[in-house]
Structures are given as C-alpha cells and as structure tokens.
C-alpha cells in the first residue's frame, strides 16, 4: 500500500480510535511476541540497547528501551545546542517573521499555532527531527537550561511520513503535541516539541505526570520555581516513533545540519548564538 493511499484511507478513517487500539495492543502481554520480528523488520540495533528483545514484557515497553551508560555521549562545548532524539533531519531554518515555514523547507507549517501561539518566536530558527520505527523513542534535553513550562495541544493523529506532510495542510500543528519551554541565558526560550502521529498518540515526560492521548482538554502548566535540566537529561517518550520540533527565538542559533542527516540524542546539531 503506497504512502498516497494511507492518507486517503485515514482522511475518513477514526484516527485516535484506530491509535487507542493499536495502543492498546502493544500495551498488551501478547506483543511481546513480536519483539523480536518488529526488531529484525526495522534494523533496530540490539547492540546498544539495555538487555535482550526477551526482556521486555510488552512491545510498549520495547519502544521505550533504555540504552546501555555512554550510548549517546553529550558534546560538552557550553556554545552546542544538541539533538533530543535519533532522528533524520526533515527541514530547518529560518521561520518567517509571521512564523511560517520559509517555501524551501517545502513543508507547510505554521510554527506559532504549533507552539500554542507564542509571537515570540518570529522570525526564529526551527528544526524538524523526524523519528522513525527503528529510532530509540525516548526525548532529552538540547541543552543545559531551566523548565519553565509545558504545554498540551489535543489534536488530530495524522501519519507524519513526507507524503502526508505534502498533503495534509500544517499537518503538525493540528496533530496531538506537547510542547515543552526551556529557558537557557543566551539561548532565550526553547521551545521542544513533541508531535504525536497515527499510532503515537501517547507522550510522557520526565518531569510531570501528563499523559496525552487519554481525552485530557488543551493545558498549559508553568513551573515555579523552575525546574533545571542538564543536556542529555530525559525529556519525555513517545510510545512509537514520531517527531520532535525545535523553535527558537529569531538570532539565538546557527544550524549545523543538513536536510537527510541522521543525527543521534547529544550531537551537536547547532550553535548557541553569544549575546544575541
């Protein structure tokens, strides 16, 4: 079945049911079973992983796996701003001072509906990081800051593969989200957004007890005081594979990226702009 045909199908499909239920499956003991053949089937790499397919009890818990100490080592430069997640870089640069996409991200995205309508991040920079079935599924910290607040945008549950980006307009800001706002002293605020899709309605963090996806109304929760995280600290997780946005505010970061790149949780992906 080609990627075309899935978005025409799920267009008149009930979307979070269809989620709630695949859900519920790999919640459920039985999925344990199938371990060891979604691993062969994605080229998860069992090396870096703590333990055996075996040792998990569900394929929930699989999707979440824990790596082994030093897996991901941090770039410990105080100026880089790193991955939260293995990923594949799926567009970044510059948002328009509306808080559009530029036109060459060929990605229509309204950066400040996918936030919760922040203006502050206006002609900021952005980054779309694109976590696939074989990624590791838990999200960190880019950088050394403090939380400030999070907050939860029920939406839609639409597949985030390129196909459905192209043709379903600003595809990421009207499916399920969680956006978490850091605040870093040259950096300004971050804001980490996690985006749900067909099959990951359900995102957790570190550092509170949300849960998305359980029919829970939109929520915004400051933090006071604030919470203060290191780089490569855990973030959240998602329960399959999905995608994580970063915003930030206009001249805080360069880029060092790459449309295609395949990055890892703690390489440096950019830098942190002194006295912006």
Do not use: C
């Not at 502050?120 to 976590?131: D, E, K, P, S």
């Not at 550092?207 to 005081?225: D, H, L, M, R």
Request: hydrophobic share 40%; charged share 20%; aromatic share 8%.
């Amino acid at each position: 079945m080609n990627d075309a045909l899935i978005v025409t199908l799920l267009s008149v499909v009930p979307k979070g049911l269809g989620s709630q239920l695949q859900g519920a499956v790999s919640r459920a003991g039985l999925s344990k079973h199938i371990i060891r053949w979604y691993a062969g089937r994605y080229g998860v790499n069992l090396d870096e992983m703590v333990g055996t397919p075996e040792d998990y009890a569900t394929l929930q818990d699989f999707f979440v796996r824990p790596l082994k100490p030093g897996a991901r080592p941090i770039d410990p430069a105080p100026e880089a701003l790193v991955s939260p997640a293995d990923a594949r870089v799926y567009a970044f640069g510059t948002l328009t001072e509306d808080g559009q996409l530029p036109p060459e991200a060929n990605l229509g995205l309204d950066a400040i509906e996918l936030v919760g309508g922040d203006g502050r991040y206006q002609g900021g920079q952005f980054a779309v990081l694109y976590l696939s079935p074989k990624d590791y599924h838990r999200v960190h910290h880019p950088l050394d800051a403090q939380i400030v607040g999070q907050r939860y945008l029920p939406g839609a549950l639409w597949p985030v593969f390129p196909e459905a980006t192209r043709r379903v307009p600003n595809l990421f800001a009207v499916n399920e989200r969680l956006a978490v706002f850091v605040q870093h002293e040259a950096a300004g605020q971050v804001a980490v957004v996690l985006v749900g899709a067909y099959g990951v309605g359900r995102m957790t963090t570190a550092f509170s007890k949300i849960v998305t996806n359980t029919g829970e109304a939109a929520s915004f929760q400051g933090f006071n005081p604030t919470l203060p995280v290191k780089r490569g600290d855990e973030l959240g997780r998602f329960n399959l594979g999905s995608t994580v946005i970063l915003v930030t505010e206009p001249g805080r970061v360069e880029w060092e990226l790459s449309v295609g790149d395949n990055v890892k949780v703690g390489q440096r992906i950019g830098r942190i702009v002194s006295g912006a």
